[in-house]
């Protein structure tokens, strides 16, 4: 049987923090970590996804991660994604790509580090001023996940 790994999100008196890492073989390496941490701190737990990045960092579920090079659907280049690492369909994606099938670089997790999922959209669009009936160019910015 393969050994699980696990970090855990633990509610401190500093705030937030993400332990090392844990390998679980069994109910007992749980409930070691539970005797460190009180049942009420721990808030979640991330499971290692056996995959590196490219820096040969682990990538856990919950981390950030940049992919490289995502070919979208009717595109001829590639684009980088920046997403979070879940658990769906029986295997570790980012925004429904495989996570085994790309490059990628962890650059944080959801948990210390959620302002990076959020990026500044520009958006601009033509308004028709009723003065004179000519089109105003504008732009605006928008938080977007």
Do not use: W
């Amino acid at each position: 049987m393969r050994e699980s790994k696990y970090k855990f999100v633990v509610e401190t008196d500093t705030g937030i923090e993400v332990t090392e890492s844990y390998y679980l073989k069994d109910l007992m390496d749980y409930v070691n970590v539970l005797s460190e941490y009180s049942a009420n701190e721990i808030l979640h737990e991330l499971q290692y996804t056996g995959l590196k990045d490219k820096n040969l960092d682990e990538i856990y579920e919950g981390d950030i991660v940049e992919l490289f090079d995502v070919t979208m659907r009717g595109s001829m280049y590639g684009e980088n994604i920046v997403g979070e690492v879940v658990f769906f369909d029986a295997c570790f994606v980012v925004d429904r790509y495989d996570l085994r099938s790309y490059d990628c670089k962890v650059i944080g997790n959801i948990y210390e580090n959620p302002e990076l999922l959020y990026t500044n959209l520009k958006v601009t669009y033509y308004k028709l001023k009723h003065n004179d009936g000519k089109r105003q160019r504008v732009s605006r910015i928008f938080k977007q996940r």
